[in-house]
């Protein structure tokens, strides 16, 4: 069974830092793209950055510059390092795996980070 487990959330002030952080178990994902996504009270979740399995990024317009996405495929990890947070970057931070075609994509249970002005 492939399983996501997030780790890494918490409070923190504007401007200031966290790391997430996803393990993945149930498989060896090195070649799959995973991800980080977010959901703020009251609106969609929304993509954040995403990592293919060659080490390609893609980033969110709102948090290019600010936030930074990495892997760890011997681990079977990934990170997200989030650095000048801002109160608008308050939501719960889900991990996710993309799967083959056929095959449904995997998410973590989410994280709340939460920014105070």
């Known amino acids: 069974q492939v399983q996501l487990v997030e780790s890494g959330g918490g409070l923190v002030q504007a401007g200031g830092s966290l790391r997430l952080s996803c393990s993945a178990s149930?498989?060896?994902?090195?070649?799959?793209?995973m991800g980080w996504y977010r959901q703020a009270p009251g609106k969609q979740r929304e993509l954040v950055a995403s990592?293919?399995?060659?080490?390609?990024?893609n980033y969110a317009d709102s948090v290019k510059g600010r936030f930074g996405i990495s892997r760890d495929n011997t681990k079977n990890m990934v990170y997200l390092q989030m650095n000048s947070l801002k109160p608008e970057d308050t939501a719960v931070y889900y991990c996710?795996?993309?799967?083959?075609?056929?095959?449904?994509?995997?998410w973590g249970q989410g994280t709340q980070v939460t920014v105070s002005s």
């Open positions: 996710h795996l993309a799967m083959s075609i056929g095959v449904a994509d995997v």
């Open positions: 149930g498989g060896n994902f090195r070649f799959n793209a």
């Open positions: 990592i293919t399995g060659g080490g390609r990024t």
